[in-house]
């Protein structure tokens, strides 16, 4: 009973009371969705008439009439068709030559394609933990190979990427668990960061400010001692040079200073409208 009463009588003294800071948990995102998978695009454009590969390559569909055809179309076919399709579309974007079915680009190309045959049965059926199961599986798999092409060349893996539409998302060094206390201190590291920002960027600026009348005095008072030295016929100390310098110092002081009054107008302007 006491101790309530003393910290009612008595606030704590910390940086929550001194700072007003509210967390909110960040919103959950399961492992396939393309945010974390790094999938920039979703399943590629196939025509609704595009035929599989293993109907089209026979004899008696190319001199079928065209009410056959649309029968063996990706239209009227199941979903399998249409996601090998999708896998021979990507693979047909980084393959090397017509044979190439087993080196780490078109393996990345293949595992992709069926990631994204996944992600929209995933974006359908949400509790079909099959798939889930399955689509984390081969994001962890393409990783990895993503990693190895990445330290064996680099350069065909940025080409990958671009090929893909992909952002390489690497595992993490370190795990740690998401807690209030910890993303309440990283907030307020955040906010005094922002306040030493916005101090230092003041007193910048009247530094700035001051700069002007400093420089204008300075020359004032080089020219003075120049003129004094060469009456009373002391050697000259104060070179033309030393001076053209401060004039220049000082001539782009007040073009910099001109910005800045036309940019604080504009603000103004602005914020009036």
Not at 211 to 228: D, T
């Amino acid at each position: 009973m006491l101790r309530r009463l003393t910290t009612s009588i008595i606030p704590s003294r910390g940086v929550k009371q001194l700072v007003n800071i509210k967390w909110v948990r960040p919103e959950y995102v399961p492992a396939y969705k393309q945010e974390r998978s790094g999938d920039l695009e979703a399943l590629p454009k196939i025509p609704t008439n595009a035929v599989p590969e293993v109907y089209a390559l026979t004899d008696e569909l190319k001199d079928a009439p065209e009410s056959v055809k649309k029968i063996f179309s990706v239209e009227h076919l199941g979903k399998k068709e249409y996601n090998a399709l999708v896998k021979k579309e990507l693979i047909n974007r980084v393959r090397r030559h017509q044979y190439d079915d087993n080196t780490a680009e078109t393996r990345i190309a293949r595992i992709t394609g069926h990631i994204r045959c996944l992600q929209d049965t995933m974006e359908k059926f949400p509790r079909n933990v099959k798939a889930k199961q399955t689509v984390q599986e081969l994001i962890d798999k393409r990783k990895k190979l993503l990693k190895f092409l990445r330290q064996y060349d680099y350069k065909k893996f940025e080409w990958l990427l671009e090929k893909l539409n992909l952002e390489y998302k690497a595992h993490p060094e370190t795990y740690y668990k998401l807690s209030r206390k910890e993303s309440l201190r990283k907030l307020t590291e955040m906010h005094c960061e922002d306040i030493r920002r916005n101090k230092l960027a003041d007193y910048r600026n009247l530094l700035e400010s001051q700069q002007g009348p400093f420089l204008k005095q300075k020359l004032e008072a080089l020219k003075f001692i120049k003129s004094e030295q060469i009456e009373l016929q002391l050697p000259v100390t104060v070179s033309e040079q030393d001076i053209k310098k401060v004039e220049e110092q000082l001539e782009d002081w007040r073009i910099k200073d001109e910005i800045k009054q036309q940019a604080r107008k504009k603000k103004r302007n602005i914020l009036l409208d």
